[in-house]
Antibody, heavy 120, light 107 residues
Framework: QVQLQESGPGLVKPSETLSLSCTVS????????WNWIRQPPGKGLEWIGY???????IYTPSLKSRVTISGDMSKSQFSLQLISVTAADTAIYYC??????????????WGLGTLVTVSS | DIQMTQSPSSLSASVGDRVTITCRAS??????LAWFQQEAGKAPKSLIF???SLQSGVPSKFSGSGSGTDFTLTISSLQPEDFATYYC?????????FGGGTRVEIK
């Protein structure tokens, strides 16, 4: 049973960089996509982007200029960096695994999530 | 971006009720549609992929149907643990997008 665990600071100052990691255990890294999704308090879900097992990345256009997803697949970890944060980036951040479904990937496992608050 | 519209945004139902939630895509997404359940204060849980295939371990009281632009999630007999918010999501193309959610509350 794969498990995903987010980690990182819970408080980030405005204009600084949000950095989170996701550690994967109990499953293979290969043939999956590794995703970040966020949820502002009391609101809906927003997909941020993914990194594949081969290292390719795709980001949502609204965040593309500020986001980087990287991975150290040998350590079963992948990371999110979001620069120049504002209060609008306050959210619960989830990592999730995407399993091949047709020509795309569907999420099948999620981390528990970590709340990141942007405040001075 | 593909817009996903869920209805209703909330509903009240009783234990044992049959509940149906609908999701409409702004363009044809074939069957690249997933459903998730999110209990209050918890992470989403994957229920269905490919519009109608249950994720491993998901009870058969959940079922999904549809193709193209119109989809439904049905819970055959609502139980206390099913009171939650449900989201649909398309993975036909990028960016991946979610519906706004349907909150299922106790009547």
């Amino acid at each position: 049973q794969v498990q995903l665990q987010e980690s990182g600071p819970g408080l980030v100052k405005p204009s600084e960089t949000l950095s989170l990691s996701c550690t994967v255990s109990g499953g293979s890294i290969s043939r999956y996509s590794w995703n970040w999704i966020r949820q502002p308090p009391g609101k809906g879900l927003e997909w941020i982007g993914y990194i594949s097992d081969s290292g390719s990345t795709i980001y949502t256009p609204s965040l593309k200029s500020r986001v980087t997803i990287s991975g150290d697949m040998s350590k079963s970890q992948f990371s999110l960096q979001l620069i120049s944060v504002t209060a609008a980036d306050t959210a619960i951040y989830y990592c999730a695994r995407g399993r091949r479904s047709g020509s795309s990937f569907s999420f099948d496992s999620w981390g528990l999530g970590t709340l990141v608050t942007v405040s001075s | 971006d593909i817009q996903m519209t869920q209805s209703p945004s909330s509903l009240s139902a009783s234990v044992g009720d049959r509940v149906t939630i609908t999701c409409r895509a702004s363009q044809d997404i074939s069957n690249y549609l997933a459903w998730f359940q999110q209990e209050a204060g918890k992470a989403p849980k994957s229920l269905i992929f490919g519009a109608s295939s249950l994720q491993s371990g998901v009870p058969s009281k959940f079922s999904g149907s549809g193709s193209g632009t119109d989809f439904t999630l049905t819970i055959s007999s609502l139980q206390p643990e099913d009171f939650a918010t449900y989201y649909c999501q398309q993975y036909y193309n990028y960016p991946l997008t979610f519906g706004g959610g349907t909150r299922v509350e106790i009547k």
